[in-house]
């Protein structure tokens, strides 16, 4: 592919973008997984390994929005494979450093804040030279191959010896900083005066109340937090869930990858096969989010407001319903399938409110997205004790946690579907 890269920019832009994407995704849940014969083989407490997984949230909220307005002034082509790079190098030495408490929080650290800055960086990068009318197929495509890289990650790696993830999609993600900087010879690289141009004109001080007061970004604000805690609740609590409801083995438990495999096909539609019955398939190659957004509006000529404001609702409102349904079943296998379903409607949000930052902020999408991606992780890390608390308050009752979800799914589709707007309001140096 990095050998014809002059002939298709923007195609291949949204190509590697994705891919580095995927590498993002796999790398973050590889530890989750591997936690437990690490902390077997090291003599981790629980303690311990809990420290160990909140090092990377930790670095991950305290990279974003500080590294990203260092990213609005600079080149992001560099920017983009530098941080790669680190997180990469982090992923291969976790093995080595794995023995020392100190030195292992420390990569883990080192992995948040490289993919802290991952996203926000590649949502400038689209902002910029990915062109309107294709803006929707290339920010589902991203968000499929993140899901893409989390079902591939609990499809193949519980099967791997703990240490060989690590290497594995480190060394990946070298072989794509590689590619990467053969495709910036390619890359619309903007001269060093308009640059200095765009340093001089941007003040995060003095445009404040953009990125903060303003009703258009904060319910874009609202509908990712409301979006993730859905995320976070099925990432996180789905495999206990399944064991304590249904007492599920871990035969049952390998399919808790369904819920990603669905998200991604969801955001994609043909371009993956899956082997589901002929029924499932059918109604799930139908769907083509990103391409299908650009059609209604290139084709059909619909408001893009409109499209975003449509898909926001379908991603944000049919999951709660899904999530209802979920709370009350009592069969393992319709319980998967909702959930899969609930996980798959929450792709439309990649065209609906997560694509708002491009047509809002243009130059400063990375700015504004990871303001919002911050915000939006959040409940990565009060998901956890929250639904311990509700299970345990409530006799060990889960529906308290899912219809808590369901309905600050509702509450952010409506708030954005009163306040959203894709008018550009953040030109020139804001």
Known sequence: MVWSLKLNFPSNLVYMCCIANFINAVDRIIMPIAIVELAEEMKYGIYQ???????????YIGSQILSSCI???WNGYGLLGFVVLLWSVSMLVTPYVASSFPLLMFSRLLLGLGEGLG???????????????KRSTAFSYLSSFASIGQTMALVCCPHLHWRWPFYLFGMVGIVWCIAWWRFLRYAPILPFEQTS???????????WRVFFCSPQLLCVYVAHFCMNWTSYVIMHWLPVYLRMAFN????????????????????????????????CLSVIQKIWVGPAADWLINKRKLRVVRVRQLCTVIGLAVPAVFLIC???????????????????????????????HA?????????SFAISNTLATLPGLVVGPLTADFVMQSSGRWGPVFILAAMLNLVGSVIYLNYSSTKHFCAHGI
């Open 197 to 207: 141009h765009m340093m001089k004109s941007f003040n995060l001080i003095k445009c």
């Open 71 to 73: 990213g609005a002034q």
């Open 49 to 59: 390994q809990g420290w160990v997984l909140s090092a990377f949230s930790a670095g």
């Open 248 to 279: 599920a083995d871990n035969s049952i438990l390998s399919f808790t990858c369904l819920p990603y495999a669905f998200n991604s096909i969801f955001g994609i539609g043909k371009q993956f096969f899956f082997l589901f019955d002929y029924y």
């Open 326 to 356: 979920f709370s009350v079943l009592d069969h393992v296998g319709l319980s998967l399938l909702v959930v899969s379903l609930c996980m798959g409607f929450l792709a439309f949000n990649s065209v609906g409110h997560l694509s708002s």
């Open 359 to 367: 047509d809002l902020c243009r130059t400063y999408a990375g700015v």
């Open 119 to 133: 996203l926000p960086t590649i949502y400038k990068l689209f902002a910029e030279d990915v062109p309107s009318e």
